[in-house]
């Protein structure tokens, strides 16, 4: 009952930076999106393209959270985008705590919109809130058309799925159509976009989401 | 300090249990197999390819873990071998008193080989002990080549890598030199399979070597 109890107040100190958290971004006028998905169903890439996609419409700056190297934060200040990489050293998701200190070391003073990569992992980053008015579930079509049956939670909470590697659905078994019902099932308010960062389709639609999101927020 | 202190106490119970299944095991003549890797990689295809090139060398059974869904199960049961399905209900891992508790469940009494399908996540698996002789990483090429520079602690700990969906190579930017010299820079020792479940390409250079190693334990 002790461990019970200590999780309970670790979780509870966590929604509290949360809740800081998303006061400075209200202050700076910034939407916060937290950006989730398993290890290589392109999270980055999709930042990649979105940022693209908005043209400027947006400005956004990208907060990276992975286990270890900084291979994706190289990729987005390659973009030009100002970025911020967090490792975690072996922890499996980012929390608040993380996210209020990478806020201090980010440039964000020209930024409307912060994308915050979360650590690949289809379960762990969905206990931890990080004060962001958003959430982004990234899922990918080679992960299989089960995906949702198996790590329900994530699917639940998400505002939105970005189904990303469409352009692979002729070389593999994924129902397309049952996929969007499951998904449905477990979370009638999703939005879904099928989207392949390779030939850009379906990331115009995503985007004006995006857009259309933060002016309702 | 006190919550690490904690940490380590868990870890150590978990270790003592997984002590204990590893006896529970070889006083069976079981070959336990720790099969981790990301949501989608194809953990539960391998199984049923390792089982088909097999081909009653090495009798199988399986315990299959999920945090929800006896998908997987109803898979592996389909092809005729005994299958315990551990559902975690949100836990991102399993431990070795779920591996304890499935073999009380588990009719194990014709088998030589016990394969463990891990939680799909490339972080958390890695840290609990559960008792199994070799510890194997299903990585697949849609996940990316640079998939060992941000899960390093998986890759090293891992005593082969089984590389699935190389059917795909053809349609997506994937260096398996450069994939190889990473792994191997990371960890000398692991063996790369790889693999295609769909075609069936490299299933049995892997069975090989299992059966390899089974023989050396």
């Not at 409307?112 to 990080?130: H, M, S, T």
């Not at 958003?134 to 949702?148: F, N, T």
């Amino acid at each position: 009952m002790a461990q019970i109890e200590i999780g309970k107040k670790i979780l509870s100190t966590n929604d509290q930076v949360a809740l800081q958290v998303r006061e400075v971004l209200d202050q700076q006028g910034l939407f916060g999106l937290n950006l989730m998905g398993s290890p290589g169903a392109g999270k980055t890439s999709v930042i990649l393209a979105t940022v693209a996609a908005l043209d400027g419409a947006l400005k956004t700056a990208v907060i990276e959270g992975d286990i270890a190297s900084r291979v994706d934060a190289d990729k987005v200040a390659a973009a030009g985008v100002p970025v911020y990489q967090i490792n975690t050293g072996g922890m499996c998701h980012l929390d608040a705590p993380m996210i209020q200190k990478a806020l201090a070391h980010l440039d964000t003073s020209e930024a409307d919109l912060l994308i915050i990569e979360n650590v690949g992992n289809l379960v762990c980053p969905n206990a931890f809130l990080l004060g962001a008015h958003c959430r982004v579930l990234v899922a990918s079509v080679p992960e299989g058309d089960d995906k949702p049956y198996k790590y329900p939670a994530m699917f639940q909470d998400t505002n939105a799925v970005v189904l990303n590697k469409i352009d692979l659905l002729p070389y593999i078994d994924f129902d397309l159509d049952a996929y969007r019902r499951l998904v449905l099932s477990l979370n009638p308010d999703a939005a879904l976009f099928p989207v392949s960062c390779k030939t850009g389709e379906g990331i115009q639609e995503w985007a004006d989401w995006l857009l259309e999101t933060k002016a309702h927020e």
